[in-house]
């Protein structure tokens, strides 16, 4: 059975961090470009960030530049996304998505280009 699950969302103070995991059961996900995606009540679901088959090419979105680290790990089947001094407009529920194309910073956040997608992990910044 070809399955995503993502982890280690949770409730954290402004300023705060928390590391996702997205790990792949069914598949291997070497083979794979992920993205990570949000989504927050009443919201459209946008990529947060995007890293490519051979972990050579990453993007972000603006709001996460410089906070949000995307990395994989080709042993454990596993991409990563570290969340720095997290704010609360951070606060969503987060999946972790994979594409068998390699996607350019123009597409990596379109939905449609993703197959499969996680049940996702809420991540709640708040005070």
């Known amino acids: 059975q070809v399955q995503l699950v993502e982890s280690g969302g949770g409730l954290v103070q402004p300023g705060g961090s928390l590391r996702l995991s997205c790990a792949a059961s069914?598949?291997?996900?070497?083979?794979?470009?992920i993205g990570w995606f949000r989504q927050a009540p009443g919201k459209e679901r946008e990529g947060v960030s995007y890293?490519?088959?051979?972990?050579?090419?990453?993007y972000y979105i603006d709001s996460v530049k410089g906070r949000f680290i995307i990395s994989r790990s080709k042993d454990a089947n596993t991409v990563y996304l570290q969340m720095n001094r997290l704010k609360p407009e951070d606060t969503a529920v987060y999946y972790c998505?994979?594409?068998?194309?390699?996607?350019?910073?123009?597409?990596?956040?379109?939905?449609?280009?993703?197959?499969?997608w996680g049940q996702g992990t809420q991540v709640t910044v708040s005070s």
């Open positions: 069914g598949f291997s996900l070497n083979d794979y470009a």
């Open positions: 890293i490519n088959s051979s972990a050579d090419s990453t």
């Open positions: 998505a994979a594409s068998p194309t390699d996607l350019t910073n123009t597409w990596f956040d379109v939905v449609a280009l993703y197959n499969f």
